[in-house]
């Protein structure tokens, strides 16, 4: 049995009369690395400050190894409206932040110089903050999140604005801190990163929640298998075909969307036999695509997941 | 509280390091002390260009002496001397020379109350009303000729004084006797120094507390509000910045003082110490960090509705004059420093610090009931701002890119 170390039920919240997050209940465990999704403003960094105690929920409880009362010294947390004093050393700054977390401050010196050498920012402890670059700045936010060894790591769109590199930097991070037992709740809209790195996913639309569940299971049941064929082909035969449930074309490329009982190495079988392909891929619809569909409510599947939940 | 505290010494450490917050620290002190010594430098100037002017005086009436000795008196930058020249070598004379009189003393005084006088190019533009201080020991010399005594003398040389005694005077009379000697003098000293020392530290801590208007609002600006609030409560962070930025204003204050005492030492002979650790300089101390409390409350609540110090709208503008409103009493203080005005100042929370020390440099009687009154107003202004601030700068400090309106801040301040 895992466990749950952070606990989210039933929070509902007004912002004048417009109600901004319905209901919103999940669970964080030791050790996983569970995302929260959605477009922007759908409620994720909401529901992250209800969290983190910045703002109060007006229903709902959010409960911390069982405790009601949030140790904020446990919880490590990297705002998405985030930045660091200027005029200050980086070194300083990392202790300040880790002194209000009341953690021993020669240990904490000892983080901070290790994971600036980790994050390629060697020598950089006395530069003052001003002088860093955008992505220098963001490495050590998220160093000051993690300096006092948090329980919960909350880190809210940690991605935004880093370059690949970063963001590969990040990732290897945020993968290792789970796996030596950190609970991490993860915001974000790039798609492809937390496909990746998640264990479990929320996803948020306009303040409900529209799919909750492990990875693999999502994609099960959400992400159907597509076919994209490149070459010579009859879009209109190929919509004949049992179990395409939707045929879109892109340059030079058709795309068939499969239906969901689809047996894949039996569907392929069923391709005519004059078809050239020059290239033919089979694989799940991906996290950005059902992201993109819910958003833009181009799919039955918000609501579909709404009924299903 | 811990944390609180922990915030205070970041915000102090911070700024201390800050090489503007240094600049300014010593600069201001430094241009006064400029300003001061240009001024001087203006004075010396002016006095030297006022030449010594030669007064020669043709005396028949053997009254060089006394003369001479009223010159003294009177410290005018004469060069005195008995001349033989007569009055038609002289309109020659005062032709060629410079800086030059020529006094006739002799019978013509005595008959028809003239003396001649002659003076050369380039005479200093005082002369004229310089030499009426002579005219004293010659009509005193013209009526000892014309055979008064000494005691019609005496009597007649007095003038004639109006001497007013009003109703308020009647009253004080009793005690008033006692204190018309030196010791009204120190209280009047004693009172003014430490009242202008505590001045002082209020004008500081106040600028300090202005800090804290820019602190807040920056604290928007660079986004770091939210990590701070990860790990305190915004009532911890507000709490140790206006703590913090005390002790700025602290620094700020004994250094000003610093200068100001030098300045005093080296101008002024009196012992200025003496008369800087009193008794009232415990009150006034106490006013102007009551007043300190105020503003900084307020500032850290507007400061914290603020997206950018430059941006700021009329509302933030007006509140940022609030701590010169004291200088719109200063006039009517001085000329009646119990007065309604005066009054009505002491009873107004952001005006009662200022008008207060004013006062109570000024008063002989403290009128305690009113200083008590006053205080208490204060006292209970700072908690009611306090609460209000932390309203404001609770939700304030987290909006991010705009200025809030004085509408959305009321609404904060129901909620």
């Known amino acids: 049995m895992q466990q749950t170390v952070l606990k989210v039920e039933g929070l509902n919240k007004w912002f004048k009369d417009k109600q901004v997050l319905h209901d919103i209940s999940f669970e964080v465990y030791k050790g996983e690395i569970m995302a929260i999704l959605g477009p922007n403003g759908a409620g994720k960094s909401t529901t992250i400050r209800n969290i983190m105690g910045i703002i109060y929920p007006d229903e709902g409880t959010v ?90 790591l909350i880190l809210d769109e940690p991605f935004s604005g880093l370059d690949p590199v970063s963001q590969e930097i990040f990732k290897e991070e945020i993968r290792s801190l789970a796996q030596k037992g950190t609970a991490i709740l993860l915001s974000s809209h790039q798609m492809n990163l937390v496909e990746e790195l998640a264990d479990r996913l929320f996803m948020i639309h306009r303040g409900r929640k529209v799919i909750y569940g492990p990875m693999n299971e999502v994609k099960r049941q959400y992400a159907n298998f597509k076919c994209t064929i490149r070459g010579t082909y009859h879009s209109a035969r190929l919509e004949r075909l049992p179990d395409v449930e939707r045929v879109e074309e892109e340059e030079g490329a058709v795309v068939l969307y499969l239906s969901k009982t689809v047996q894949p190495a039996l569907w392929l079988k069923q391709l005519p036999d004059d078809l050239v392909i020059e290239e033919l891929t089979i694989d799940r619809i991906s996290l950005h695509e059902i992201f993109i569909d819910i958003a833009t409510d181009r799919n039955q599947l918000a609501e579909e997941g709404v009924v299903h939940a | 509280m811990r944390n609180a505290l922990k915030v205070a010494k970041w915000e102090f450490r911070r700024n201390i390091k800050n090489k503007s917050f240094l600049i300014g620290l010593f600069l201001t ?104 201080v002579l005219e004293a020991p010659l009509k005193a010399w013209q009526m000892k000729q014309l055979g008064l005594s000494d005691e019609e003398l005496a009597l007649i040389s007095a003038g004639i004084q109006f001497q007013e005694t009003s109703a308020d005077q009647l009253v004080e009379e009793g005690e008033k006797a006692t204190e018309l000697d030196d010791s009204l003098v120190d209280s009047i000293l004693e009172r003014a120094v430490s009242g202008i020392a505590a001045g002082i530290v209020l004008l500081s801590i106040v600028f300090s507390g202005m800090y804290i208007f820019q602190s807040a609002s920056q604290e928007k600006k660079d986004k770091v509000a939210e990590i701070i609030l990860s790990s305190i409560t915004p009532g911890e962070l507000m709490q140790g910045k206006i703590i913090g930025y005390f002790l700025l204003g602290m620094v700020q204050a004994v250094v000003f003082l610093g200068f100001a005492l030098g300045i005093a030492l080296w101008k002024l002979d009196a012992n200025i110490l003496q008369y800087l650790f009193v008794p009232e300089l415990i009150l006034f101390l106490l006013i102007a960090v009551l007043g300190y409390f105020l503003f900084a409350a307020l500032f850290v609540g507007v400061g914290a509705t603020m997206a950018d110090v430059t941006t700021s709208g009329n509302f933030q503008g007006l509140v940022f004059m609030l ?21 009505i100042g002491s009873f107004i929370p952001f005006s009662s610090p200022g008008v207060l020390l004013l006062r109570l440099s000024l008063l002989e009687e403290w009128p305690w009931v009113e200083i008590i009154i006053a205080l208490a107003i204060l006292v209970i202004s700072i908690v009611i701002m306090m609460k209000l601030a932390g309203k404001i700068f609770k939700t304030g400090i987290l909006l991010y890119g705009k200025n809030a309106t004085p509408k959305e801040i009321w609404k904060w301040i129901r909620a």
């Open chain 2, 29 to 132: 002190p430094i241009i006064f002390l400029a300003f001061m010594f240009f001024g001087s430098l203006f004075d010396d100037s002016a006095e030297s260009e006022g030449e010594t002017t030669r007064v020669f005086i043709h005396d028949q009436l053997g009254l060089y002496d006394t003369l001479a000795e009223t010159v003294e008196q009177h410290q005018l930058n004469w060069e005195v001397h008995l001349t033989d020249l007569d009055e038609e070598a002289v309109r020659e004379e005062v032709q060629y020379s410079e800086h030059t009189a020529y006094l006739f003393v002799d019978q013509r005084a005595l008959e028809d109350s003239i003396i001649p006088v002659y003076t050369s190019e380039s005479i200093s533009p005082h002369f004229m009303s310089q030499v009426q």
């Open chain 2, 323 to 343: 701590p010169f409103l004291p200088f719109i009493f200063i006039g009517p203080i001085i000329n009646d420093p119990s007065g309604l005005i005066a009054k």
């Open chain 1, 63 to 152: 409960t911390f190894n069982n405790q009601k009362e949030i140790p904020r010294h446990k919880i490590g947390y990297l705002p998405e409206e985030r930045g660091l004093y200027k005029n200050v050393k980086v070194m300083d700054i990392l202790l300040y932040l880790a002194e209000l977390k009341d953690y021993p401050l020669d240990k904490a010196k000892q983080r901070a110089l290790h994971y600036l050498q980790k994050f390629g920012l060697e020598g950089k402890e006395n530069a003052s903050v001003e002088e860093l670059s955008k992505g220098m700045g963001q490495k050590v936010q998220f160093i000051a999140s993690v300096i006092h060894e948090p329980e919960l």
